[in-house]
């Protein structure tokens, strides 16, 4: 498993969230999503196949820790601190507009 399986695994998605079922920033990261209307795509990496892959995956992309992972736009925006800073500077709401994963 190589950096194009997590690009294959984001592309055509407006909002993907790398997540563990019982990791509550990954829960608090959902919930704020889901907050604005979108409908985001969520890996479990604790429930599929290749979540250890993956996971090992999004450290090597500087993603530490390796959940809660944000990608909006196939862009990644990095963990709950990145998020929350968007939040806080009225800038996650236009991010997820521009991706067409909600609208107004």
Request: with cysteine.
């Amino acid at each position: 498993m190589d950096m194009n399986a997590v690009k294959g695994l984001v592309a055509e998605k407006p909002v993907v969230i790398f997540s563990r079922s019982q990791c509550s920033m990954s829960y608090t990261v959902k919930t704020l999503i889901s907050s604005f209307g979108a409908n985001p795509t969520v890996y479990e990496l604790d429930e599929i196949p290749n979540g250890h892959q993956i996971a090992t995956l999004l450290l090597q992309l500087g993603c530490e820790p390796c959940v809660p992972v944000v990608f909006i736009g196939q862009k990644l925006i990095g963990g709950a601190r990145e998020l929350m800073s968007l939040q806080v500077r009225n800038e996650l709401m236009p991010l997820l507009m521009s991706a067409r994963a909600i609208w107004i």
